[in-house]
């Protein structure tokens, strides 16, 4: 579905993203995990089109789109999520979703004017579109309820079926569990697998690590904006250059010795 290669951002003299090529593979939950500052929104931003690489290529579906706008690679069918969901608080949450189909219609001012056929037909389909996403997400009840007046929770869900409605193929989710207890983490990993389950291509960002062990199929793990590692959860969970990533080389020899006693005693 994507494919990275070699894909590189500099911002003057730091690398944040740094040679880095893996796949993104189709139907299938790809996970992105790393320490604070490891450069993993970066490398989301670059796929996204919300930046342009400093070098590298970005394959999607066989199409080197590199440096292309973050419109132009929704309209391609690559939707984003972000860390804090941006609603429209005084409208609906119907009406939200309603914008993000906006994306797939062709009415310009000149049928705004007139009020065409055309545009009630892609006014309908909108709403159409946007009352299936908020049916999948589980949120039908909260339609007509202020964005302004639902709970974290439910953004993120909203955020979910904001990417819903723009019809992607791929959607990148950055931390969609983020800022939620670990209840309502169970039904957001749930809501992911339904996503991956009706053949859509999922890639996360992620600091809940029971969360991605669980649910990715796929982890590639970043540390000051290379890639380390990547492989199946298993692999990652033992990777001696993973742990130490996140606990240091002290924790790491810790753990290290800690699994040799245990398979000792095994």
Request: proline share 3%; aromatic share 4%; net charge neutral.
């Amino acid at each position: 579905m994507l494919e990275i290669q070699q894909l590189t951002k500099r911002f003057g003299g730091l690398a944040a993203v740094r040679e880095v090529s893996t796949t993104v593979e189709a139907g299938k939950i790809n996970a992105i995990i790393g320490p604070n500052g490891a450069g993993k929104t970066t490398f989301f931003n670059l796929i996204s089109g919300a930046l342009a690489p400093s070098s590298g290529r970005i394959v999607y579906e066989g199409r080197d789109v590199a440096g292309l706008r973050a419109d132009q690679m929704a309209a391609l069918g690559v939707a984003r999520t972000f860390q804090t969901t941006a609603l429209f608080d005084r409208a609906t949450v119907l009406d939200n979703l309603i914008v993000g189909h906006r994306l797939r219609t062709r009415s310009g001012l000149w049928d705004v004017l007139v009020r065409t056929r055309r545009l009630h037909e892609e006014e309908k389909r909108c709403r159409r579109k946007a009352e299936e996403a908020l049916e999948f997400v589980g949120l039908s009840h909260a339609a007509h309820r202020m964005a302004g007046d639902i709970s974290q929770e439910e953004r993120k869900r909203v955020a979910f079926a904001l990417a819903l409605a723009t019809e992607p193929k791929v959607v990148l989710l950055d931390e969609p569990a983020g800022g939620v207890n670990p209840e309502e983490t169970v039904g957001l990993a749930a809501l992911i697998r339904k996503m991956r389950d009706s053949g859509l291509t999922v890639c996360l960002i992620e600091h809940k690590m029971d969360m991605i062990m669980n649910l990715a199929d796929k982890i590639m793990v970043l540390n000051y904006g290379e890639k380390i590692a990547e492989g199946s959860p298993a692999e990652i969970r033992s990777n001696p250059q993973v742990i130490e990533a996140y606990l240091g080389s002290d924790g790491a020899h810790d753990v290290q010795d800690t699994k040799e006693a245990a398979d000792a005693a095994a």
